[in-house]
C-alpha cells in the first residue's frame, strides 16, 4: 500500500499537469480569438478599400458626367440636358465628405485630398463659367476654356488615382501582417500541440499507476470491509442484547414498583391511624416516632411512583390524557402544596401569572408533575429569599420559569443535569434528599407534552428553569 507523502507527490503531479494542460488551452483559445479579431480586421480594411475605390470610382464618374451634361447643352442648347450640372452642384460635396471621412486616419491619402478639393471647386466653377459665358466667348477663348475643362478632368483623375493607390499600400501592409500573423499561428498551434501530447502521455503514465496502486488499495479495502462487517454483527448483537437487559430492567422497575407499593400504602394508612390517635392516646416521643415513619414512608413512595411513571414511559405505555384547563391553576396548586416545606424553611413563594388568562388543552396531570419537580427542587436548594413562578408566551409556547437563589449549578454539571440517579455531585447527596430522578422524568414527560425544559444557572447564585408548554391542542397519544 503506497503510503501518504508517495500519494501526495502523486496528486501534486497529476494537479500540475491538470493546471498546466488548463493554462495551455487558456493560451490556445486566446489565441483563437487573436486570430479571429486579426482576420475580422483584415475584413474590416479590405471593405474600407473598396468604400475607398467605389467613392473615387462614383466621384470622378459623376465630374465626367457633368462635363458631358455641360458640352451637351453648349451643343444642343437643350436645358434638359443641364439636369446633372445640377445634380453635381448638390450631390458633390456630400460625396467629398464621404470621401474624406473615409481616410480620415491616413495622412498620405489627406493631402492628396486637399488637393483634390480645390480641383472640384474649379471644375464646378468652370462647368457654371461655361454654362453661363460660353457663348458669348471668343473662339479663341471657347477653345482655351475647354483645355482648362480637361486638364480639370485628368488632375482630378490623377489625384483619386493617387488616393487608391495609397489605399493599395495599406492594403498590402495589411496582407503582410496577415501572411506574418498566420505563420506565428501555425507555429503556436505546432507547439501547442506538442505540449499536450506531452501532458497527455504524463497522464496516462500517472493513471496507469494510480490504476495499479488503486487495485492494492480495493483489495485492503475489501479486507477492512469484511472485518467492518463482522464487528458490525457483534455490535448488532451486544446491541440487541443491551435492548433486552433494559427492556429486562424497565419490567423488573414497574413489577417491584407495583410489589412494593402495595404494603408501603398500608404502612403509610395504618401510620395515620396511629398518629390520629384512633387506636389510644400517644405521647410526645411516640407522635415524634410515627412522623418519622410516616415522612420516610412518603418520600419512599415518591421514589416508587418516579419509578414507575418512568418505567411505564420507558416500555411505552405512559399515556396522554388530553383536557381543557387553565395553566395558572395548576401553578396555584403547585405553590399551596409547596407552600408548608418553604415556610419551613422561611421561603416566599411569588407568582406572576395572576393577570391573563393561560388556556391550554394538555395532560393536567403531567403538567402539575413536571411543575411540582421544578418548585420542589427550587425549595430543597435554596437557604433563604424567595422563590418565583413566572409565566409568559413566546411563538406559540407558555413558558413557565422557576427562578430561586440558592446554590447554583456549575457549568460543566448542566450537561448532565437531566440524566437518571443524577445529582450535582456526590458530596451533594450528603446533604440535600433526592434520588435524581426529578429532572430526568420532568424532561421526559415535557417531551412527551410536545415541550421542553431549559435551565440557566450561576454557581451561588441561584438557577432558573423553564417550562415550555404547546399553546396549541396535543391529541392523545402514548408515547
Known amino acids: 500500500m503506497p503510503n501518504k507523502p508517495t500519494r501526495s507527490l502523486t496528486h501534486l503531479k497529476v494537479s500540475l499537469l491538470v493546471v498546466a494542460g488548463i493554462l495551455i488551452l487558456a493560451m490556445m483559445l486566446g489565441q483563437i480569438v487573436y486570430q479571429q ?6 475584413h ?20 465626367l458626367e457633368g462635363a458631358a451634361s455641360v458640352r451637351g447643352y453648349l451643343l ?25 471621412q473615409l481616410i480620415a486616419d491616413n495622412p498620405n491619402q489627406q493631402r492628396h485630398l486637399d488637393t483634390l478639393g480645390p480641383l472640384l471647386q474649379k471644375r464646378l466653377q468652370l462647368n457654371v463659367a461655361m454654362v453661363e459665358t460660353y457663348a458669348s466667348l471668343p ?24 488616393i487608391w493607390n495609397e489605399e493599395r499600400l495599406v492594403l498590402l501592409v495589411r496582407e503582410e501582417q496577415m501572411q506574418r500573423t498566420a505563420r506565428q499561428s501555425l507555429a503556436w498551434s505546432i507547439a501547442i500541440t506538442s505540449v499536450l501530447a506531452a501532458i497527455a502521455a504524463g497522464l496516462a ?22 472485518e467492518l462487517e463482522n464487528r458490525n454483527a457483534n455490535l448488532q448483537a451486544a446491541n440487541l442484547a443491551i435492548s433486552g437487559a433494559n427492556r429486562s430492567k424497565t419490567e423488573f422497575l414497574s413489577a417491584m414498583s407495583h410489589e412494593l407499593r402495595t404494603p408501603l400504602n398500608s404502612i403509610i394508612g395504618f401510620t395515620g391511624v396511629l398518629r390520629m390517635g384512633i387506636a389510644g ?41 388530553a383536557e381543557a384547563f387553565d395553566v395558572r391553576e395548576v401553578v396555584n396548586e403547585t405553590l399551596r402544596v409547596v407552600l408548608p416545606l418553604a415556610e419551613k424553611k422561611h421561603l416566599r413563594l411569588v407568582s406572576t401569572c395572576d393577570t391573563t388568562p393561560m388556556p391550554v388543552y394538555s395532560d393536567r396531570r403531567k403538567v402539575y408533575q413536571i411543575l411540582l419537580n421544578l418548585v420542589n427542587n427550587a425549595v430543597k436548594f435554596s437557604g433563604q429569599g424567595s422563590i418565583t413562578v413566572g409565566c409568559e408566551a413566546a411563538d406559540g409556547y407558555w413558558c413557565l420559569s422557576v427562578q430561586d437563589h ?18 450535582v455531585d456526590g458530596s451533594a447527596r450528603r446533604v440535600y434528599e433526592g434520588t435524581g430522578l426529578g429532572l430526568y422524568l420532568s424532561k421526559k414527560l ?23 408548554l404547546p399553546q396549541n391542542p396535543i391529541e392523545e397519544k402514548t408515547s
Open 37 to 42: 479579431q486579426t482576420l475580422l480586421d483584415n
Open 44 to 63: 474590416r480594411w479590405v471593405v474600407h478599400t473598396q468604400k475607398v475605390q467605389e467613392t473615387g470610382i462614383r466621384l470622378i464618374k459623376f465630374v
Open 76 to 100: 444642343t442648347g437643350d436645358t434638359e440636358q443641364l439636369d446633372i450640372f445640377y445634380r453635381l452642384a448638390i450631390e458633390l460635396p456630400p460625396m467629398f465628405e464621404q470621401l474624406k
Open 139 to 162: 473662339a479663341a477663348d471657347k477653345v482655351r476654356m475647354i483645355k482648362d475643362a480637361q486638364m480639370l478632368n485628368r488632375s482630378i483623375d490623377e489625384t483619386i488615382g493617387l
Open 205 to 226: 503514465w500517472s493513471l496507469y499507476r494510480q490504476s495499479r496502486g488503486r487495485q492494492v488499495l480495493l483489495g485492503e479495502l475489501a479486507m477492512l470491509n469484511g
Open 281 to 321: 392516646p400517644l405521647n410526645e416521643e411516640q407522635h415524634k416516632q410515627l412522623d418519622m415513619v410516616y415522612g420516610s414512608s412518603q418520600h419512599l413512595l415518591h421514589l416508587i411512583n418516579d419509578l414507575l411513571d418512568i418505567s411505564r414511559i420507558e416500555s411505552g405505555r405512559s399515556e396522554l390524557l
Open 406 to 423: 440558592g446554590i447554583g449549578i456549575k457549568q460543566e454539571h448542566l450537561a448532565s443535569l437531566f440524566e437518571a440517579f443524577h445529582q
Open 446 to 468: 415535557a417531551d412527551m407534552l410536545g415541550g421542553d425544559i431549559s435551565v440557566s444557572s450561576e454557581y451561588g447564585k441561584g438557577s432558573r428553569f423553564c417550562f415550555r
